[in-house]
């Protein structure tokens, strides 16, 4: 069955630290990813997706994925934290196979101020 | 422009009974996905909603129920509710004419605790 990890569960960064979380997925075929962040108190939301063309993709707030097809990776990336990243954030992938969306378990991220 | 509203926002129901949660999409959006999000997992697609139909389903099993109404807001019905149940469920919009090839826009969710 496809399938989405997320290696980190949880992870503590300080502030102007260099972030990089891991999203692999199980999946041979086309993909389209997404990583979605759901801030203290607030709706999940989109913060990049990719469809096809560059794989390097760049979200809101500085965020930025790649895709690298043949780790069957999408990490998030993030060159200075700042503390309002404090969030959990999910990967998710949509296979050609079915059209439905997987997300992973999620990754919660706390900035020290 | 208000985005996606759910209700209630908590229930409490017994084991056996049915509940009934409600999603208003974003202003525009036609489509309507939902999800259960247990407790230290991702969300979970449950199924999809377009022209009043069900597009898309996940690994839910019948008990599981929606509808979509013609002002595009949904319903998501269980029945024979199981403590397993227990869990935030989630309502996403989008305008769409392929399934997810648009941004979903999550509401706030309703959490549901069967005793």
């Known amino acids: 069955a496809q399938s989405v990890s997320q290696h980190n569960h949880h992870v503590i960064l300080s502030e102007a630290a260099s972030l990089e979380l891991g999203c692999n997925y199980s999946y041979g075929g086309t993909v389209n990813l997404f990583w979605y962040v759901q801030y203290p108190g607030q709706h999940l939301q989109l913060l990049l997706k990719?469809?096809?063309?560059?794989?390097l993709v760049k979200g809101i707030k500085g965020f930025e994925a790649e895709f690298i097809k043949s780790k069957f990776s999408f990490n998030l990336r993030k060159p200075s934290v700042q503390w309002s990243d404090t969030a959990e954030y999910f990967c998710a992938v949509i296979t050609n196979r079915d059209d439905k969306i997987i997300f992973g378990k999620g990754t919660r991220l706390h900035i020290l101020p | 422009d208000a985005g996606v509203t759910q209700s209630p926002t908590h229930l409490i129901k017994t084991r056996g009974q049915q509940v009934t949660l409600r999603c208003s999409p974003k202003s525009g959006h036609d489509t309507v996905s939902w999800y259960q999000q247990a407790l230290g997992q991702g969300p979970q697609f449950i199924f999809q909603?377009?022209?009043?139909?069900?597009?898309q389903r996940g690994n839910f099993p019948d008990r599981f129920s929606g509808h979509q109404f013609p002002n595009y807001s949904s319903e998501l019905n269980v029945n024979a509710l199981l403590l397993g149940d227990s869990a935030l469920y989630l309502c996403?919009?989008?305008?769409?004419?392929?399934?997810?090839?648009?941004?979903?826009?999550f509401g706030p969710g309703t959490r549901l605790l069967v005793l």
């Open positions: 990719y469809f096809s063309g560059d794989p």
């Open positions: 909603y377009y022209e009043e139909e069900e597009r």
């Open positions: 996403a919009s989008s305008l769409t004419s392929e399934p997810f090839q648009e941004t979903q826009y």
